[in-house]
Every structure is written in C-alpha cells, then in structure tokens.
C-alpha cells in the first residue's frame, strides 16, 4: 500500500503539467492558424497595390521579369513580392508560436531568427538588383561591341563582375566572410583579361586596327559589291570584324580592314559588277 501515495503524486504532477501545457498548444495553434491567414492577405494586399502603381510594367521595361524567369521564379514583380512578404510574416508567426510553448532553450534561437530575417532579404534583394542590373549592363557591353566589331566576349565578363559585386555586398549583409569570394573574383577578371593584354601586347596592334577599321568598311561596302584593292579583283563575301572576304574565280581572299582604308578601292557598276546604291 505505501508505494501508492508516490504514484498518486506523480500522477498528480503530470496533471497539472499537461494541463498547464495544453492551453499554451491551444494558442500556439490560433496563433498559427489565425497568422497564417493573415500573412496571406497581406501578401495579397502588397501584391495589388504594387501592381495598381504600376510596378510590373516598370520591371517588363527594365527586363526585371526576365532575370526573374532566369533564375526559377515567377514572371511578376507584384506577385514575387507578396510572395516574399508572406514567407516572411509565415516565418515570424512560426517562431512566435514556438516561443509560446514554453521551449526556454529555443528562444534564443528564435529570436535570433526572427532578427535575422531582415538580413535575409536585403541579401535576397541585393541579388535580384544584381542579377537585373547585370543583365542589363551585358545588353549595353554587347551593343557597344557589336558596333565596333569586337569578336571579344566582353558582355558576358562585364555581367559577372556586376554580379559578383552584388553577390560579395549580399554576404556581407548575412555577416558572411567576403575574403574568399573577393579572391575568387580576382583570379576571375585575371585570367579572363590575361589572354587579351597578352595577345595586344605581343604584336596584336595590327589585329586592333583592323577590328576598328570593320566598323567604317561595313559602312561603306555591301557585301555583293564587285571591288578591286591594287591588283586584286573579286566580289565581296562576306566583312568580318578584322577583315573583308572577296571572292575571286579561283580563290578566296581576305584583305585586312585598314587596308581597305588605306588603299584606293574601285567599286566596279555593270554587268559583273554590284548595281549602283
């Protein structure tokens, strides 16, 4: 009979613990349930206000939506940051309802958590601004080379330098070492701008003034053209960025830009020649 009354006690304390725990899971689940709702709506409510002024049809017009679609994500300004406004409130909620169970050795953390959240999405936000600004700053390189007939790469390169930059500024927001990222983009830019000032610093002078005459050849000549440069005759094929291709009727020769330049060219009307422009 006696080890009746330590298990009455017992049973007693475990009573008044669920009981005084129950009522902390009750609210812990209103405080979800009734949060969640909540952050749903005002992810909504943050998605129409930015599109009633007008914040999808300024990022389709500065290619925001593309760069959004490049890395996985809805093609909609408004709706990607209502989305990331409720993920937001959802998280705080989670953690709200965590600590009101009691978990003393969760608080720390969560606080911790809900403090970092900020850092979070300015690091996010930092990304997406680089990935849009990137692109467009690619699109501005590749035009410029284009016109000046640049068969160099350079967009691409131009693009992950604005990129890394972004990315190196985002680290730093989540506290993280920037050291190891700063190298990696050094040995980067070394070994793409390595080759080119290698190859112009070798003899490639001729190279670079051939690639800047392209652009006022292709201005001037058309391909179809019949031409004679000196004592050579044949109709041009093709104007490449370094040199212009004249088709002969026995051979293919490419004459260098500068010397189209350089040299008086005859353009040849008539029968075997182009027509008159």
């Known amino acids: 009979m006696p080890p009746v009354a330590p298990l009455a006690s017992i049973l007693d304390q475990a009573g008044n613990s669920l009981g005084g725990f129950l009522p902390r899971v009750g609210g812990a689940l209103v405080l979800l349930v009734v949060g969640w709702v909540v952050a749903w709506l005002v992810g909504r409510a943050v998605s129409r206000i930015l599109l009633k002024l007008g914040a999808n049809d300024l990022a389709e017009r500065w290619k925001v939506h593309d760069a959004l679609e490049r890395i996985g994500l809805e093609r909609s300004l408004c709706k990607v940051a209502g989305s990331a406004v409720r993920i937001t409130l959802r998280l705080v909620v989670v953690f709200a309802a965590l600590s009101l169970l009691g978990l003393q050795f969760l608080s720390q953390s969560l606080n911790e958590g809900v403090l970092f959240l900020p850092k979070v999405l300015a690091a996010l936000a930092l990304v997406l601004i680089g990935v849009v600004l990137a692109a467009f700053v690619r699109d501005r390189v590749d035009r410029t080379a284009t016109q000046w007939d640049l068969p ?6 131009f693009q992950g330098v604005v990129l890394a930059i972004f990315i190196i500024t985002a680290a ?35 190279v670079a003034r051939s ?34 291709v004249l088709r002969t009727p026995t051979e293919t020769i490419r004459v260098p830009n500068h010397v189209m330049l350089e040299r008086t060219v005859v353009i040849e009307h008539g029968e075997d020649g182009a027509e008159p422009g």
């Open 152 to 157: 160099i790469p350079l967009g691409p390169v």
């Open 211 to 244: 690639l800047s005459a392209g652009r006022y050849v292709r201005a001037a000549f058309t391909e179809g053209q019949m031409i004679r440069v000196d004592d050579v005759r044949g109709r041009v094929e093709s104007i490449e960025p370094s040199a212009t």
């Open 172 to 206: 730093s927001q989540l506290t993280i070492s920037t050291g190891l990222l700063m190298l990696l983009v050094a040995i980067l830019l070394a070994a793409v701008t390595a080759p080119f000032a290698i190859a112009f610093g070798l003899g490639g002078r001729d």
